[in-house]
């Protein structure tokens, strides 16, 4: 919760006063608030309740940044498009279009990204290409990537994304080189190259760094330290090609335990939101078999979870399991991370 509000400052009084309106509902009594100055961003915004976009979203100047093929699969490594088109429970063109809205939801995507419509919406805007509905699906788009850097940064959720922790990502991620020059110069402190007209040949520097130089060098430098930081094996798996409950008409099924593994991923960051975890859910999926009450599932078939998604989980899966998507795709996508990156080798 971010709120923005004028101060009204009784100084023979000692208190200053603000006012919430509508927003009073919001607070409780004894409840601790911190109080900040307003950011550059936020100088016109209207007094209340700040809305949770990302400010980078919309600067144009990162637009060719997010519709690059190579940002987009580097950010697919931690939350697919689509997945993020499910945390909208609404259709996207409900205020724009007049008339019907189904209840019903589907992606719409194009090149240009994607939006969550109800089914009236997605028959009416098929095949046209608005400007409105062209900034939506960039939109989205954006904010997709911005999402997946915030958890590949594991920074908590809510986090507004700055241009130096974007270009962190970048980085780490090998798509620095496709910062757009503007960005790079402002992290990198280098100062525009002026064109001066005919120079003589005694002012010429050659050897003047560039903010594409620099942020290449630094593309070099981390490419040289991160192969040195290869993860060791959590966990080594070996095959039996003749197990002898395998040859058994209905053998007594045995769980597989591995404390070392859960160990490891609880360290890891939460599949709900991107925190970093506390604890390694076991699979609940009745319709497989797996888990139940008083019963576990195999230790190799968990996903990390902080302690708040997974009382939220157990609390109601299907609603859990509407807002983040299933379990089971979800420990799809871990197992491949952790086998993708070494945690898991063959013995």
């Given at each position: 919760?971010?709120?923005?509000?004028?101060a009204?400052?009784?100084?023979?009084?000692g208190?200053?006063?603000?006012?919430?309106?509508k927003?009073?509902?919001?607070?409780?009594?004894?409840?601790?608030?911190?109080?900040?100055?307003?950011?550059?961003?936020?100088?016109?915004?209207?007094?209340?309740?700040?809305?949770?976009?990302?400010?980078?979203?919309?600067?144009?100047?990162?637009?060719?940044?997010?519709?690059?093929?190579?940002?987009?699969?580097?950010?697919?490594?931690?939350?697919?498009?689509?997945?993020?088109?499910?945390?909208?429970?609404?259709?996207?063109?409900?205020?724009?279009?007049?008339?019907?809205?189904?209840?019903?939801?589907?992606?719409?995507?194009?090149?240009?990204?994607?939006?969550?419509?109800?089914?009236?919406?997605?028959?009416?805007?098929r095949?046209t290409?608005?400007?409105?509905?062209?900034?939506?699906?960039?939109?989205?788009?954006?904010?997709?990537?911005?999402?997946?850097?915030?958890?590949?940064?594991?920074?908590p959720?809510?986090?507004?994304?700055?241009?130096?922790?974007?270009?962190?990502?970048?980085?780490?991620?090998?798509?620095?080189?496709l910062?757009?020059?503007?960005?790079?110069?402002?992290?990198?402190?280098?100062?525009?190259?002026?064109?001066?007209?005919?120079?003589?040949?005694?002012?010429?520097?050659?050897?003047r760094?560039?903010?594409?130089g620099?942020?290449?060098?630094?593309?070099?430098?981390?490419?040289?330290?991160?192969?040195?930081?290869?993860m060791?094996?959590?966990?080594?798996?070996?095959?039996?090609?003749?197990?002898?409950?395998?040859?058994?008409?209905?053998?007594?099924?045995?769980?597989?335990?591995?404390?070392?593994?859960?160990?490891?991923?609880?360290?890891?960051?939460?599949?709900?939101?991107?925190?970093?975890?506390?604890?390694?859910?076991?699979?609940?999926?009745?319709?497989?078999?797996?888990?139940?009450?008083?019963?576990?599932?195999?230790?190799?078939?968990?996903?990390?979870?902080?302690?708040?998604?997974?009382?939220?989980?157990?609390?109601?899966?299907?609603?859990?399991?509407?807002?983040?998507?299933?379990?089971?795709?979800?420990?799809?996508?871990?197992?491949?991370?952790?086998?993708?990156?070494?945690?898991?080798?063959?013995?």
């Open positions: 919760m971010r709120m923005l509000f004028t009204f400052p009784q100084r023979s009084a208190v200053v006063l603000l006012k919430t309106g927003l009073t509902c919001r607070f409780t009594d004894g409840q601790r608030v911190m109080l900040a100055d307003v950011p550059a961003a936020f100088h016109n915004s209207p007094a209340g309740e700040l809305v949770s976009d990302q400010l980078i979203a919309a600067d144009p100047v990162w637009r060719p940044f997010f519709a690059h093929e190579r940002v987009q699969k580097a950010a697919s490594l931690y939350m697919r498009f689509s997945d993020y088109l499910e945390s909208f429970h609404y259709c996207q063109w409900k205020n724009v279009r007049d008339g019907y809205h189904s209840i019903e939801l589907t992606n719409a995507m194009n090149e240009h990204g994607g939006a969550k419509l109800c089914w009236a919406c997605d028959n009416a805007m095949g290409d608005g400007k409105l509905f062209i900034e939506l699906c960039e939109k989205n788009r954006a904010e997709w990537v911005i999402e997946a850097a915030r958890r590949g940064l594991k920074l959720e809510g986090h507004q994304l700055t241009e130096p922790e974007l270009c962190w990502w970048g980085l780490v991620f090998g798509v620095a080189d910062i757009p020059g503007g960005i790079a110069r402002r992290i990198t402190g280098v100062e525009p190259e002026e064109i001066t007209g005919v120079m003589s040949e005694s002012t010429i520097v050659p050897d760094p560039t903010a594409q620099v942020l290449a060098a630094a593309v070099e430098a981390a490419e040289a330290v991160i192969p040195q930081e290869k060791k094996p959590v966990l080594k798996l070996a095959a039996d090609e003749t197990p002898a409950a395998g040859f058994m008409l209905r053998p007594k099924l045995q769980r597989w335990e591995s404390e070392k593994y859960t160990r490891w991923v609880k360290t890891q960051q939460c599949c709900g939101c991107g925190s970093p975890a506390d604890d390694p859910h076991h699979i609940i999926n009745s319709g497989l078999g797996l888990g139940g009450v008083g019963t576990k599932t195999h230790d190799l078939f968990v996903i990390p979870l902080c302690r708040r998604c997974h009382d939220e989980l157990h609390r109601d899966v299907s609603a859990w399991e509407r807002q983040h998507g299933s379990q089971v795709k979800l420990l799809v996508q871990f197992l491949n991370r952790a086998l993708g990156i070494g945690a898991i080798l063959k013995a």
